[in-house]
């Protein structure tokens, strides 16, 4: 017995928020939904195919996103046009600790999940 991989991770947000976490996840950042399966459509959320994974966003209520570091960290291949995007869009975007070979920065979404995009690369910002 043996773990292969990481099939998905989950995330929440407010339940009845699934069009503005489409409008940040699907047409902001560019990510792809994927169908969820019918027997699970009544439960809310929608799900996201990142690579050859999956981000499953879940509805949860009464949750402060804000108080936690737990995040999932995308990698991409233009941080800069990324960045600026997300600038341009309102979102604050803080520099995170550099480590050697990439570049990095987080953010929150507008549920207050904490999000982490990684540039692999020589330079660290």
Not at 58 to 80: F, I, N, P
Not at 93 to 114: H, K, S, Y
Request: charged share 30%; proline share 6%.
């Amino acid at each position: 017995m043996s773990i292969r991989g990481l099939h998905h991770a989950q995330i929440t947000i407010p339940r009845g928020s699934e069009d503005e976490a489409r409008a940040f996840y699907v047409d902001l950042l560019g990510l792809k939904e994927i169908p969820k399966p019918e027997v699970l459509q009544g439960r809310g959320g929608f799900w996201l195919r990142v690579g050859t994974q999956q981000v499953h966003v879940g509805v949860e209520g009464d949750v402060d996103r804000t108080r936690t570091k737990a995040h999932l960290a995308y990698s991409v291949d233009d941080l800069d046009t990324l960045r600026e995007r997300l600038t341009c869009a309102g979102y604050n975007i803080d520099a995170d600790v550099p480590l050697p070979g990439m570049t990095r920065c987080e953010l929150r979404d507008p549920f207050g999940n904490r999000i982490e995009l990684v540039e692999p690369g020589d330079d660290c910002a």
